[in-house]
C-alpha cells in the first residue's frame, strides 16, 4: 500500500530559525514530490515540485529535496519568519495512474 | 495563482437534498480533481476527469457523480446528502507534470 508519512505532526521554531520538515513515502515509483502550504480556512497552495529525475527544487528560503531510493523527500526553510506558520503538506504522484498520496501535514508555528 | 473557482464557497443544507459543487478554470488544463478534506483522514481523491466526458472514481466516490461537459468545468453533485458528507470540498487541476493546484475550497454542512 502506497502511504505517505510526514513527522513531526506539528512544530514550534522561534524566528530566524532554520528548520528541515520531513516526508517519507513507501513506494519508489514515484513520478513527483510536491510540496503545499495551507493556512487555516485557504486551499492549498503549490510551493515545489520535484520530479523523480531530480535530486532537489529551490525556491527563495525553500528547498527541496527528494532521494527515492530511500523514501524520504525534505524541506527546508531558511531563516523561518512568523508568516511561514501554516500547515505543509507532501503528496507523492504515483506511476500508472492519477493516484496521489497525501501526507497528513506538518503544523508549523514560527515564534515572533 | 492557477485560475480555479470554486461555487458555492459555503453551503448549508439538509439530509436528502441535492447538492453541486462548481470548479471552474481558467488554466485550460486536461486533468481536474474533486478532493474531500476532513481532519484524521487528510485529503482524500473523489473523482478525477482527464477530459470531456471522460472521467473516474477516485478512493471515496459512493455517494458522488461528476460530470465535464466542458474542459473548464467540473462539476461535483451530491446526488442526496447525508451527515458523513459534512466536509470541505477541494478542486485541483494539473497538466503533463503532475503539478497540482487546488481552489479555495467549498465548505459544505449537511444538517
Known amino acids: 500500500k502506497q502511504e505517505v508519512t510526514q513527522i513531526p505532526a506539528a512544530l514550534s521554531v522561534p524566528e530566524g530559525e532554520n528548520l528541515v520538515l520531513n516526508c517519507s513515502f513507501t513506494d519508489s515509483a514515484i513520478y513527483n514530490l510536491q510540496w503545499f502550504r495551507q493556512d487555516p480556512g485557504k486551499g492549498l497552495t503549490s510551493l515545489l515540485l520535484?520530479?523523480?529525475?531530480?535530486r532537489e527544487q529551490t525556491s527563495g528560503r525553500l528547498n527541496a529535496s527528494l532521494d527515492k531510493s530511500s523514501g524520504r523527500s525534505t524541506l527546508y526553510i531558511a531563516a523561518s519568519q512568523p508568516g511561514d506558520s501554516a500547515t505543509y503538506l507532501c503528496?507523492?504522484?504515483?506511476?500508472?495512474?492519477?493516484?496521489?498520496?497525501f501526507g497528513a501535514g506538518t503544523r508549523l508555528f514560527v515564534k515572533a | 495563482d492557477a485560475g480555479i473557482t470554486q461555487s458555492p464557497r459555503h453551503k448549508v443544507t439538509e439530509t436528502g437534498t441535492p447538492v453541486t459543487l462548481r470548479c471552474h478554470q481558467t488554466e485550460n488544463h486536461r486533468y481536474m480533481y474533486w478532493y474531500r478534506q476532513d481532519p484524521g483522514h487528510g485529503l482524500r481523491l473523489i473523482h478525477y476527469?482527464?477530459?470531456?466526458?471522460?472521467?473516474d472514481k477516485g478512493e471515496v466516490s459512493d455517494g458522488y457523480s461528476v460530470s465535464r461537459s466542458k474542459t473548464e468545468d467540473f462539476l461535483l453533485t451530491l446526488e442526496s446528502a447525508t451527515s458523513s458528507q459534512t466536509s470541505v470540498y477541494f478542486c485541483a487541476i494539473s497538466e503533463g507534470s503532475g503539478e497540482l493546484f487546488f481552489g479555495e475550497g467549498s465548505r459544505l454542512t449537511v444538517l
Open positions: 476527469s482527464y477530459g470531456v466526458k471522460d472521467t
Open positions: 503528496a507523492g504522484l504515483y506511476t500508472g495512474g492519477f493516484k496521489t498520496i
Open positions: 520535484i520530479q523523480s529525475s531530480q
